[in-house]
């Protein structure tokens, strides 16, 4: 069991999150952008710049938060971004040493036709290129088909044989249910982890609630919210869970709403306690567990 997080969400530059990383006491990040870029996109030269880094300050990426099929890519559009960035990511993870790389099920498409055939066809395309390589991609329930419903992510795991999934505990909470008719209810965090409890390998911390009167996302600190971030935990820890729990704090700033911004220092300040909180929360929960605090 270890502790990570994205830590561009504490630091725009490698150096911040290197320092943000060892501020906590961890060793691990879970890359996704470095300088604006996510790490399967950064030219060569930057890289290798950043494996050099990283190594010299003996911190190391346990996960790639990639690109590959997210809710920026329509699956009714050419395949050819994900395939190339899949391909780059395979060689830098295999520098790093790097095992693990969250990936997505392509935008969800309004309407009923959600194109599953094609989708499943091109997450088990995305699946053989990396496991082929040694390399485990794990399905994020984010705003893709997967992250439609817990029914839809176990519809991924029947047709894509061997994917894993990284739970985000927080995305249910902002979600809707998609096996609902409209006006669909957002989903329960609880409902949908313990329906896909067994095909984790990896686990996301966000927290938060959902603002229906002005109809958006209010984020929290682990614990706070509605995502039953505490529920969860315990439970992971009393079914022998060993794997990693990775902060998402979206408090200071939201990666993918760049109308959210925040200085610098504040991000840092913010990704720094919501570690240390979610510390507190893991520690009470091994208590409970009866399993040894990290």
Same mark, same amino acid.
Request: glycine share 8%.
């Given at each position: 069991m270890?502790?990570?997080?994205?830590?561009?969400?504490?630091?725009?530059?490698?150096?911040?999150?290197?320092?943000?990383?060892?501020e !906590?006491g961890?060793? #691990?990040?879970?890359? #996704?952008?470095?300088?604006?870029?996510?790490?399967?996109?950064?030219?060569?030269?930057?890289?290798?710049?950043?494996?050099?880094?990283?190594?010299?300050?003996?911190?190391? $990426?346990?996960?790639?938060?990639?690109?590959?099929?997210?809710?920026?890519?329509?699956?009714?559009?050419?395949f050819?971004?994900?395939?190339?960035?899949?391909?780059?990511?395979i060689? *830098?993870?295999?520098k790093?040493?790097?095992?693990?790389? *969250?990936?997505?099920s392509?935008?969800?498409?309004?309407?009923e036709?959600?194109?599953?055939?094609?989708?499943?066809r091109?997450?088990?395309?995305?699946?053989?290129?990396?496991g082929?390589a040694?390399?485990t991609?794990?399905?994020?329930?984010?705003?893709?088909y997967?992250?439609?419903?817990?029914?839809?992510?176990?519809?991924?795991?029947?047709?894509?044989?061997?994917?894993?999934?990284?739970?985000?505990?927080?995305?249910?909470?902002?979600?809707?249910?998609?096996?609902?008719?409209?006006?669909?209810?957002?989903?329960?965090a609880? @409902?949908?982890? #313990?329906n896909?409890?067994?095909?984790?390998?990896?686990?996301?911390i966000?927290?938060?609630?959902?603002?229906?009167?002005?109809?958006?996302?209010?984020f929290?600190f682990?614990?706070?919210?509605d995502?039953?971030?505490?529920?969860?935990?315990?439970?992971?820890?009393?079914?022998?869970?060993?794997?990693?729990?990775?902060?998402?704090?979206?408090?200071?700033?939201?990666?993918?709403?760049?109308? !959210?911004t925040?200085? @610098?220092?504040?991000?840092y300040?913010?990704? $720094?306690?919501?570690?240390? #909180?979610?510390?507190?929360?893991?520690?009470?929960?091994?208590?409970?567990?009866?399993?040894?605090?990290i």
């Open positions: 270890y502790l990570t997080g994205f830590a561009d969400e504490a630091a725009t530059d490698l150096e911040g999150q290197i320092r943000a990383t060892k !906590l961890w060793s #691990r990040i879970e890359s #996704r952008n470095v300088n604006g870029k996510n790490i399967h996109d950064l030219p060569d030269a930057d890289f290798e710049l950043v494996a050099a880094k990283l190594q010299a300050a003996g911190v190391t $990426v346990n996960c790639f938060g990639s690109a590959i099929a997210n809710w920026g890519k329509k699956i009714d559009e050419p050819d971004s994900s395939l190339a960035e899949a391909k780059r990511a060689p *830098r993870m295999q790093l040493g790097t095992k693990l790389i *969250r990936i997505m392509f935008a969800v498409r309004d309407g036709d959600q194109m599953e055939r094609e989708r499943f091109r997450l088990r395309v995305l699946q053989a290129m990396f082929d040694g390399l991609p794990v399905h994020e329930n984010c705003m893709n997967g992250g439609m419903s817990w029914k839809h992510t176990l519809r991924l795991i029947e047709e894509v044989p061997g994917l894993k999934l990284v739970f985000d505990t927080g995305n249910p909470v902002f979600s809707q249910d998609h096996t609902q008719a409209p006006p669909r209810p957002m989903q329960c609880w @409902e949908f982890y #313990r896909v409890r067994e095909h984790i390998a990896y686990v996301h966000k927290d938060g609630r959902w603002d229906a009167a002005a109809k958006k996302s209010v929290t682990a614990g706070e919210g995502a039953e971030v505490p529920r969860i935990v315990l439970d992971l820890l009393r079914s022998g869970y060993d794997g990693g729990f990775s902060m998402e704090p979206h408090l200071a700033v939201v990666h993918h709403d760049p109308k !959210l925040a200085p @610098e220092a504040i991000k300040a913010n990704y $720094v306690d919501y570690g240390r #909180r979610f510390q507190a929360l893991l520690a009470d929960a091994c208590r409970q567990a009866g399993r040894k605090a």
